[in-house]
């Protein structure tokens, strides 16, 4: 199991669950979180979805042994959803999503937060969008919704330098809208989450449309962008440099790469 779901006070939370490999999605994950979150959309029972991760991690991002075979086995199965299912159902997904983030937040771990109504994070937490580091493109349309978020410059620094995010940090950009102590975490994002949940599902339903319809087409052709960039860049020698590294257990090395790498 990958994903453990469980309800409480019209609050669905989704529970990351390989923390043996720091929740990173693999398929398998990417498929789970998709299917709950289309379930909870059409649950009447269900008002808000909270997610966090199992273990010292939030979410590592996705597997990056599992992207390596992707990348060198034509034969490798992918999944129903996979990542672009995901963020299908993240962007219509129509209830309050709210996102505590307990641990280590890389990638989609990072890149959610442009998805989520509230985000709650721990002190004991760090973020990352490692694009860069990876040799490849933005993702889940953060180089439109970071923007949005957290500003120009924020933004531009979070989605280029690949280095780590402090609370603090994520704080003041506005990346998330509260810290908490690593035992508070789950407490205050789910007394939030009820609070929302104790209001009428159509309310929030409606509210939460009339903020984020502005947005999708502006999202749908940031995914647009961000896939034709990934797609050009996937397999490049950057990308092949940073998951040889990876699986070898050492630092990628940019600096031997062709001209214009």
């Not at 993240?90 to 959610?112: C, E, H, R, S, Y």
């Not at 953060?142 to 402090?166: H, K």
Request: charged share 20%; glycine share 8%; with cysteine.
């Amino acid at each position: 199991m990958t994903l453990i779901v469980s309800d409480e006070n019209r609050v669905r939370t989704l529970l990351l669950d390989r923390p043996d490999a720091l929740n990173a999605f693999n398929e398998e994950l990417y498929d789970a979180t998709a299917d709950a979150l289309l379930a909870a959309a059409e649950d009447p029972a269900v008002a808000v979805v909270l997610v966090t991760g199992n273990g010292r991690a939030f979410s590592a991002g996705t597997d990056l042994l599992e992207m390596h075979r992707i990348a060198t086995d034509p034969d490798f199965q992918r999944g129903r959803h996979g990542f672009p299912g995901l963020l299908d159902a993240l962007v219509d997904f129509p209830k309050p999503l709210v996102v505590a983030v307990n641990g280590l937040g890389l990638g989609i771990g990072a890149t959610i937060l442009g998805f989520a109504d509230l985000a709650f994070m721990s002190s004991a937490a760090r973020l990352k969008c490692p694009f860069t580091s990876l040799g490849v493109a933005p993702e889940a349309a953060s180089s439109y919704l970071f923007p949005a978020l957290v500003g120009r410059q924020n933004a531009a620094w979070a989605l280029l330098s690949a280095e780590w995010i402090g609370p603090e940090e994520a704080l003041a950009m506005g990346l998330v809208w509260r810290i908490c102590g690593p035992d508070e975490l789950l407490p205050v994002a789910r007394h939030h989450a009820e609070v929302l949940a104790a209001r009428p599902i159509s309310s929030l339903i409606a509210v939460k449309r009339t903020m984020t319809e502005p947005h999708r087409d502006a999202i749908a052709a940031a995914r647009d962008r961000e896939n034709a960039a990934f797609a050009e860049l996937m397999g490049g020698p950057a990308n092949l440099e940073a998951l040889a590294a990876f699986a070898q257990g050492r630092q990628p090395d940019f600096t031997q790469l062709p001209p214009g790498w």
